[in-house]
């Protein structure tokens, strides 16, 4: 058992043991003894800066308290540190997290959105925060947002991921419907009351003398 097998570890096996074992009570449910075995393995001495960056995501995922807010905080911190610029995705994906698993909807879309506008990377952390991004608008009817989304992210995503059909039929339908949503937003622009302003410079030909 790895609990036993922890204190006969040396610090630095300790440590990947922690964050094992993490992993472990994750899969089972048992969020709170997660987070506090993740919770060891970034506070290690012998911890490398990216174990403590895993780690620290890693308890945000398992996070079950009743108030998100100093977990929040605590990732948003992160953000500041220049040598987190890599993995900023993964941050503000991580905040999305918190906010969805509360159903707070508004905060954890603005969070997606920026997972992808700081992805460095066009690998599957970008992938996975846009199919997130894109299910959620799918879900409020805002096909039109939703479509590049999922556009971008299925080709990225290997076949053996879950649902992958389910995705790759939605992306293809979403794209046949793609030259109807840009219609419609033509035509709700052409609809929209323009500004005195705005229609003094297109009747002078949008020049001033």
Known sequence: MLTKAIPLATRPQRTRLNFLLGQVYSALGQKE???KAFDKAGSSSSASYRTKFNARIKQSEVFSGADITPEVKALKRMVRYDRNKEYLDQIYYAIGNLYLSRADTTN???NYEMAVEKSTRSGIDKAIAQITLGSLYYDLRKYSKAQPC???AVPLLPTTWPDYAKLRRRSDVLDE???L???RRAQRLAAAPVSHDARTAAESGGTHH
Do not use: G, K
Request: proline content about 7%; glycine content about 0%; aromatic content about 20%.
């Open 177 to 179: 419907l793609a030259p």
């Open 108 to 110: 954890a879309i603005a």
């Open 181 to 183: 949503f840009a219609e």
């Open 150 to 152: 999922y556009s971008e």
């Open 33 to 35: 003894l997660a987070y």
